[in-house]
């Protein structure tokens, strides 16, 4: 990964519409795959950094773009990133407040840019940074954001597309508070941990998120030097100290992107093994896959999973974690596609992530949408075609499809699917598919 490549070149990569995935289906898969650090961590965790004067080493960081977005964003604010393999050195005893229209791409390119508004406010007082769009999942409000920074003592102002904030407090010092978030937002609580770690006083968050990655954020914050009990928990208590300094830190296995390749080894009827990850967060999709016919096999960071041959229809709902993941909706829904009987999926965490329903019924199957709620009644055969991914997931969950289906699978969308996950048709070309990036 090149840090130094022009901001127009990372852009263009990422926007990029001409690379696609050719697959081949019906490959037994065989092997083991190596899990990556977890994207929705890593990206979080390096907006924290900005939080620290000192040097953050950060290890098993994803190669994937949304990093390599989020390392310019950080780099066009002074901060010196270095980048090997998979591991980021992140010096943050220099950085200026990012001075806007430089930034516009950058931040519009990211939406999760915007979390680095709680730093920016904690360490410099202000922030202006554009406004995050909705994007095709849905319309992804930042009120639970905006509301409790604004408990914190934050004053703010939309113009011309822009979010500007300000600490309105005496000293310029975030103020701790107690919020009662409205919904589990997952963003939101990172935001508010971030801003209250260098806050005067005790924040305490009720109704926060209990995704892994917010434990994640909390376990290296309380590294650098903060104080964040109950991480985990939807009670999570923030005494807010005066400096943070640097830390060596690893970011946890990359919970979606192992349910991704369980559900590639489940969709071929594949006995494969994941190893750097943690089964523990994979534990309500474990049970779903148990209720389809899969058998699995643990031990430390290791999960092997051992599907029946003639795999049954389970009904899911998506919610916040512990729940299943609203990420692994799609890649479950193809996967559902190819099971024996009818199965309801229901999306509950965004309004709009269905959109991958049109593309796995233009390959032969058997899905109809109504009120965010699929009925997907399983089919023998699913055929190759020309299909588009539109979000990350959606894209995944084409390929896993591409994989089970007779002939030829072209999946278009790769730019969605290169943000978050590194090397996905590399790793399931080792286990013995027929997939090329092209
Ligand atoms: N919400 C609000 N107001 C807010 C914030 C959220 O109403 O101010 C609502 C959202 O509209 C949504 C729900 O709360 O209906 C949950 O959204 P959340 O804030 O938890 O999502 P996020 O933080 O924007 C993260 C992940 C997503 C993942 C969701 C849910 C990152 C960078 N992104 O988004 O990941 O789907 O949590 O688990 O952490 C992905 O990896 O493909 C992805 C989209």
């Not at 400096?243 to 969709?267: H, M, Q």
């Not at 994941?274 to 389809?292: A, D, F, G, M, R």
């Amino acid at each position: 990964m090149n840090i130094n490549n022009s901001t127009a070149n990372i852009l263009k990569n990422v926007m990029s519409h001409n690379n696609y995935l050719e697959i081949e289906g019906g490959e037994i898969l065989k092997g083991n795959i190596k899990i990556n650090g977890a994207k929705n961590s890593a990206l979080v965790l390096m907006a924290a950094s900005i939080l620290s004067r000192g040097q953050i080493n950060l290890f098993n960081v994803p190669r994937i773009s949304d990093v390599l977005v989020m390392s310019e964003i950080l780099t066009a604010m002074g901060i010196n990133i270095k980048s090997s393999s998979n591991q980021l050195k992140i010096n943050t005893y220099e950085i200026s407040l990012p001075s806007q229209d430089v930034f516009f791409d950058l931040f519009n390119a990211l939406r999760v840019s915007f979390f680095c508004i709680g730093p920016l406010l904690a360490r410099f007082g202000k922030a202006k940074i554009p406004l995050p769009g909705g994007c095709l999942i849905g319309s992804r409000p930042i009120d639970e954001h905006i509301n409790s920074l604004k408990q914190l003592g934050v004053i703010f102002e939309f113009k011309n597309n822009y979010l500007s904030a300000e600490v309105n407090t005496p000293n310029k010092r975030l103020l701790g508070a107690t919020i009662n978030f409205k919904c589990k937002s997952v963003g939101a609580t990172e935001t508010l941990i971030m801003a209250a770690s260098l806050a005067k006083g005790t924040t305490i968050l009720n109704n926060a998120a209990q995704e892994p990655e917010i434990i994640d954020l909390a376990n290296m914050l309380n590294l650098m030097g903060a104080q964040i009990k109950g991480a985990g928990s939807e009670c999570i208590t923030i005494k807010g100290v005066e400096s943070l300094k640097g830390c060596n830190y690893t970011v946890i296995p990359d919970r979606i992107e192992a349910g991704t390749f369980l559900i590639a080894a489940a969709i071929t009827r594949s006995e494969i093994s994941l190893s750097q990850c943690e089964p523990n967060h994979l534990q309500t999709v474990i049970k779903k896959l148990e209720l389809c016919g899969c058998k699995f096999e643990y031990s430390k960071q290791f999960l092997r999973i051992i599907p029946n041959k003639i795999l049954k229809s389970v009904d899911i709902n998506t919610s916040p974690y512990p729940g299943f993941p609203t990420d692994l909706q799609a890649p479950f829904m193809a996967l559902m596609a190819t099971a024996d009987g009818t199965s309801k999926i229901k999306e509950t965490v965004f309004e709009n992530r269905m959109h991958h329903v049109k593309e796995l019924n233009s390959m032969g199957a058997n899905i109809t949408v109504k009120d965010n709620v699929a009925t997907v009644v399983g089919v023998k055969y699913l055929r190759g075609r020309v299909v588009l991914g539109t979000d990350l997931r959606a894209t995944a969950a084409l390929a896993l499809a591409g994989l089970y289906a007779n002939g030829k699978t072209i999946v278009r969308g790769l730019e969605y699917l290169e943000r978050g996950y590194e090397a996905f048709s590399k790793k399931l070309g080792e286990l013995g598919a027929k997939i090329l990036k092209k």
